[in-house]
């Protein structure tokens, strides 16, 4: 199973409603928005706890290939 998952978006719109990108700080004609969360696997009074969590996870705004560029 995969470490962290992504969910990339396109929000519809451009910097003009969102601002520059966040992660080159430059003018997109299309914003999109990307969520990271990790894996958690742990045992704990001999139950196994498994899921996804956002803790410790980056979320960003911006150009496609440069949100795709922050992923671990």
């Not at 409603?17 to 045992?43: D, H, L, M, R, W």
Request: with cysteine; proline share 1%; hydrophobic share 20%.
């Amino acid at each position: 199973m995969p470490k962290y998952r992504y969910i990339l978006k396109s929000t519809g719109n451009s910097s003009s409603k969102y601002g520059v990108c966040e992660v080159c700080g430059k003018y997109a004609t299309e914003v999109f928005s990307q969520s990271e969360e990790k894996y958690y696997n742990i045992k704990h009074n001999e139950k196994i706890y498994e899921g996804w969590t956002k803790h410790g996870c980056q979320d960003y705004f911006g150009h496609k290939e440069c949100l795709e560029s922050k992923r671990r």
